[in-house]
């Protein structure tokens, strides 16, 4: 692991240097491939203190201005169906969680350049008006507490902002929970919550309601896919429950789209074998996932990887990446 981030650092100060040299068109030229790319959350701005993963609007626009341009954007369907043009980088565009800011910017960006995309949307409406994960992220940063107790584990605040138990974080117990369990963490940090200026920081929580879900549903332009009801990681919390998270997010999404549901991406990208059969048997044709678990895997024409955008790095060097297929 550390190695790997070793690597990753190495390869941006080389490619870094290339850019200042004006020897930056050697990697950003032109090659064969496939990539369908994974973008999650976009803001004003292109805040990541409190998440990780969000862009910024005019970083979004730019990015996908430069792809128009040069390369093949094509939408999921054509990906599928290995309709590519030879010669150049062929693109198709993702986005997971569902969030209200997808609809805000990313939306009227893409209808401007004509570009398709699918939208993998989460939906935990009824039970919550977050996810849980981006609620621990706003709490956390702003909380004057400095440990809180939870599931009898006591949490340390650290100098990241993170609360600390035995050397992992609140955040990556919680993935690992049954959503009946992971509610209770809302109680812990009940009073931060309501302490928080939420309208101001909406772009980092708030979530599509149903009626821009089914506005984007009728899009031509675009597609709706299923991304579980409350973005655990199932292959982490009980197989039945696992199943009804899937199941749930499926029929949900369905009624509220009024119409089929057959794309399926699995929150952080973990899944197995069995979790993947599950989704086959109940009508999802399609498995969007992150890494493949095995090399067999990338045989399986109904799943494909995909290339998670790095908001902490400039536009070349997310274009030089991209068309690597590494970053590293």
């Known amino acids: 692991m550390l190695w790997m981030r070793i690597k990753y650092r190495l390869g941006l100060i080389y490619k870094t240097i290339l850019f200042k040299l ?20 976009i803001d004003a701005i292109g805040e990541t203190k409190y998440n ?9 626009e730019e990015f996908i201005k430069y792809i128009t341009t ?7 369907d054509d990906f599928y169906q290995n309709k590519f043009k030879k010669g150049t980088l062929n693109i198709a565009i993702t986005f997971d969680d569902g969030y209200l800011n997808n609809y805000k ?16 949307i989460t939906t935990i409406h009824e039970k919550a008006p977050y996810l849980w994960a981006d609620f621990l992220d706003l709490v956390s940063y702003h909380t004057e507490k400095t440990s809180v107790v939870f599931e009898r584990n006591l949490y340390q605040k650290s100098a990241k902002k993170e609360f600390i138990w035995n ?18 963490i809302y109680q812990v940090f009940e009073d931060d919550w309501k302490a928080l200026p939420t309208e101001d920081l909406k772009d980092y929580w708030k979530l599509m309601n149903a009626k821009q879900i089914k506005e984007i549903a009728d899009n031509p332009l675009f597609t709706i896919g299923a991304h579980g ?20 997010s499926k029929k949900q999404l369905e009624t509220i789209c009024n119409q089929p549901i057959t794309e399926f991406a699995f929150p952080f ?47 070349e060097q997310q274009l030089a990446c991209l068309l690597k297929g590494s970053y590293f």
Not at 284 to 301: A, G
Request: one cysteine or more.
């Open 22 to 41: 004006g020897l930056g068109k050697l990697l950003l030229k032109n090659r064969y491939g496939e990539r369908i790319l994974l973008f999650h959350g």
């Open 52 to 60: 990780s993963r969000f862009i910024s609007k005019a970083f979004f």
């Open 70 to 76: 040069h390369y093949n954007v094509i939408s999921l």
């Open 105 to 120: 910017y990313a939306v009227p960006i893409l209808e401007k350049y004509n570009i398709p995309a699918c939208f993998y």
């Open 167 to 184: 050397k992992i974080s609140i955040k990556n117990v919680a993935k690992a929970l049954p959503y009946d369990v992971l509610k209770m």
């Open 229 to 248: 009801e409350t973005h655990a990681s199932l292959i982490d919390i009980p197989l039945a429950a696992a199943k009804q998270e899937i199941l749930n």
């Open 269 to 315: 990208g973990f899944y197995n074998q069995e979790l993947a059969d599950y989704c086959s048997e109940i009508g999802f044709e399609r498995l969007l996932l992150v890494d493949y678990n095995t090399k067999e895997d990338v045989k399986n024409e109904a799943w494909k990887n995909r290339f998670v955008m790095n908001p902490y790095i400039s536009l």
